[in-house]
Structures are given as structure tokens and as C-alpha cells.
């Protein structure tokens, strides 16, 4: 139903962009979102998009990254720029209601390099 794409090894202050196909169906009906999850460390939300388009990001992802969506493609993006070794994990997308997601798809890594 979700299929994340778009990680990869990047150095330290540099871009990536995350991509998640989802079906027709949950990305016009639901929040969607990108968590992560680095080593030994819990899940986290990044940032999520709500139906309208209006969006939320956690502290450490504002005014790095970016999250949007195109109904059109059944797509949800996450630019991420101004990369930091700390934002290495596992990213996943997601979608739900409100705050409670209950669709994930399988993660994309994502390394960056000091």
C-alpha cells in the first residue's frame, strides 16, 4: 500500500529526497507522514501532511525539511536538506488519522556521512 523510496548515502550537508507511492485510496483519506528510526533508538515523527495540505514537523526537521504531497501521482515527498550524520535512520512513510497512523510502509535508509 506505501512504498518508500529515495534513501541513500549522502555527506554531511547535503540533500536527499525521499519518495512514497501510496494507493488511491489512503493517500486522499488520510494523514500522511515520515517517521524514523536510527539504531537503538525509538520511532520519531519527522514531519506529516494532513488532506488539506497543511503541515506539521518536528523540531529537528524544521527549516530542513520539507513535506508535501501530489494526489495527482498518488506521492507523498520528503526534500530533506542540510543533511546531518545525526539524521541517519531508517525513514518510513505512513498514513493515518489525525495522529494515530496505522499504514506503514517499509523503510528507506538513509546515511550521511561526516
Known amino acids: 500500500q506505501l512504498q518508500a523510496s529515495g534513501g541513500g548515502l549522502v555527506q554531511s550537508g547535503g540533500s536527499l529526497r525521499l519518495t512514497c507511492a501510496a494507493s488511491?485510496?489512503?493517500?486522499?483519506?488520510?494523514?500522511m507522514g515520515w517517521f524514523r528510526q536510527a539504531p537503538g533508538k525509538q520511532r520519531e515523527l519527522a514531519a506529516r501532511?494532513?488532506?488539506?495540505?497543511?503541515?506539521n514537523y518536528a523540531e529537528f526537521a524544521k527549516g530542513r525539511f520539507t513535506i508535501s504531497r501530489d494526489n495527482g501521482k498518488d506521492t507523498i515527498y520528503l526534500q530533506m536538506n542540510s543533511l546531518k550524520p545525526e539524521d541517519t535512520a531508517f525513514y518510513y512513510c505512513?498514513?493515518?488519522?489525525?495522529?494515530?497512523?496505522?499504514?506503514w510502509g517499509q523503510g528507506t535508509l538513509v546515511t550521511v556521512s561526516s
Open positions: 501532511i494532513n488532506s488539506a495540505g497543511s503541515t
Open positions: 488511491g485510496s489512503i493517500i486522499r483519506m488520510n494523514t
Open positions: 505512513a498514513a493515518g488519522i489525525g495522529s494515530v497512523f496505522g499504514y
